[in-house]
């Protein structure tokens, strides 16, 4: 008998509890920055010290933090369920807590990249330079989907989306595009959990939905309880 399949949507909610900074806040900054600085192809161009710069402070900062217990339980699920987790955040985390199926949206900060042939990905853990360059001698770059690039790994995404038994939403807005999208691919009466502390959708706008309007940690203790057998 196969295992029930849950495919888990998760954003920046998931990591904040672990002291990840959440991608843009209320003015559109990321640690201070403005996005359209360090995270468009505009600003990698107009400035690439600087987005250099920025993304290896981002990735010294996680370095330092741990994945907390929402990460955790969901790798516990794996013991009962086929899982599939689809992320907007470039953090490590729910591969650090033993989750063995994430796919990454908008890259990964542990990952750099050609500039010339984005097949080519490098895993990364130390300082970006200007000067560091890919196999075919051209400059690296944060291996990040920035704002206006496509998104590689959406078409996989909603392909895994379709699959689900059961959907998970944890820690996202439901309001950044192409990824806000997915919900609307489960099939009809798929169970939707939403875990979120302020809630952007509600249960009369979907069916078989049930929010837990909690942070990541408790709503994943409260889900853990309700979906692992006894």
Partial sequence: MRKKRIVVLTGAGISAESG????????GLWEGHDVMEVATPEGWQRNTSLVLGFYNQRRKQLLTVQ??????LLFLLEEE??????????????????????????????????????TLVYNWNTDLKFGDVCKKGTQLRPHIVWFGEAVPNLSLAEEITQT??????????????????????CKDGVPI?????????????FK????????ATIGMEKLYKILSKP
């Fill in 81 to 118: 369920y086929t899982i599939s987790i689809i992320t907007q955040n470039v953090d490590d985390l729910h591969e650090r807590s033993g989750s063995t199926n994430v796919i990454h949206l908008h890259g990964e900060l542990r990952k750099v990249r050609s500039t010339i042939d984005e």
């Fill in 20 to 27: 990840i900074k959440t991608f843009r806040d209320a003015d």
């Fill in 164 to 185: 689900a038994d059961i959907l998970i939403i944890i820690g996202t807005s439901m309001q950044v595009y192409p990824a806000a999208n997915l919900i609307y691919h």
């Fill in 208 to 215: 078989n939905l049930t929010v837990i309007a909690e942070k």
């Fill in 193 to 205: 959990y939403f875990i979120d502390p302020k809630p952007s959708i509600t249960e009369n706008q």
């Fill in 67 to 72: 994945p907390n217990n929402a990460h955790k």
